[in-house]
């Protein structure tokens, strides 16, 4: 994907939701293969996450979430989501809740693109920062949020469909130095 300049990145439509779920997917089996068991991550089924995300792209239009894709040459290869929070965590008013971009889009700034969107959202909303959580053994998120400046806030452990996990929370409290401007 190097070179290439056919870039589009804009809000998700209903129309989005397979292309997401797909990404959705392939990223998580692509980044948490070794961290997450095999045989979870080949269970995902695609079809499942379009019904979650056509339910989210289809809700009502509401000012405090955010879904972003990220199209090269017309094809979905990424997307970013998040949503103010209803009570703030660690005092910060909104959450990053997913940042996905197939294995061949990353190390494009594409990442970078999307994670200003939602944060410009936010920021727009005035809200005073924003949380995101990754797995702890999660080497190219952890990362990529220090890379852009992220506190590292928590770690803790957690349980996700009966697995038990380490999670880490990051956040960033100024959002005008990640917005867009």
Same mark, same amino acid.
């Given at each position: 994907?190097?070179?290439?300049?056919?870039?589009? $990145? !804009?809000?998700?439509?209903?129309?989005?939701? %397979? =292309?997401?779920?797909?990404?959705?997917?392939?990223? /998580? !089996?692509?980044?948490? !293969?070794?961290?997450? %068991?095999?045989?979870?991550?080949? =269970?995902?089924?695609?079809?499942?996450?379009?019904?979650?995300?056509?339910?989210?792209l289809?809700?009502?239009?509401? !000012?405090?979430?955010?879904? #972003?894709?990220?199209?090269?040459?017309?094809?979905?290869?990424? #997307?970013?989501?998040?949503?103010?929070? %209803?009570? %703030?965590k *660690?005092?910060?008013a909104?959450?990053?809740? =997913?940042?996905?971009?197939?294995? =061949?889009?990353?190390?494009?700034?594409?990442?970078?693109?999307? $994670?200003?969107?939602?944060?410009?959202? *936010? *920021?727009? $909303?005035?809200?005073?920062?924003?949380?995101? /959580?990754?797995?702890?053994?999660?080497?190219?998120?952890?990362? #990529?949020?220090?890379?852009?400046?992220?506190?590292? $806030?928590?770690?803790?452990?957690?349980? /996700?469909?009966?697995?038990?996990?380490?999670?880490?929370?990051?956040? /960033?409290?100024?959002?005008?130095?990640?917005?867009?401007?």
């Amino acid at each position: 994907m190097n070179g290439v300049s056919n870039i589009v $990145l !804009r809000r998700a439509t209903l129309a989005d939701a %397979p =292309a997401i779920a797909q990404v959705r997917v392939d990223s /998580w !089996r692509a980044t948490y !293969r070794g961290i997450m %068991p095999d045989d979870y991550l080949d =269970a995902m089924q695609v079809d499942e996450s379009i019904d979650m995300w056509e339910r989210v792209l289809s809700a009502p239009a509401n !000012r405090m979430a955010a879904v #972003f894709v990220v199209e090269v040459e017309a094809q979905i290869v990424g #997307f970013a989501a998040g949503h103010m929070l %209803p009570e %703030p965590k *660690f005092d910060l008013a909104a959450e990053l809740t =997913a940042i996905h971009l197939l294995p =061949a889009a990353q190390d494009q700034g594409l990442g970078t693109r999307l $994670l200003q969107m939602v944060a410009q959202t *936010f *920021f727009d $909303l005035q809200a005073n920062g924003m949380l995101v /959580w990754t797995l702890s053994e999660n080497k190219i998120g952890r990362t #990529f949020y220090e890379k852009m400046g992220a506190e590292l $806030l928590i770690e803790q452990s957690y349980t /996700w469909d009966d697995l038990d996990l380490k999670e880490v929370g990051y956040g /960033w409290r100024d959002l005008s130095a990640l917005a867009l401007g």
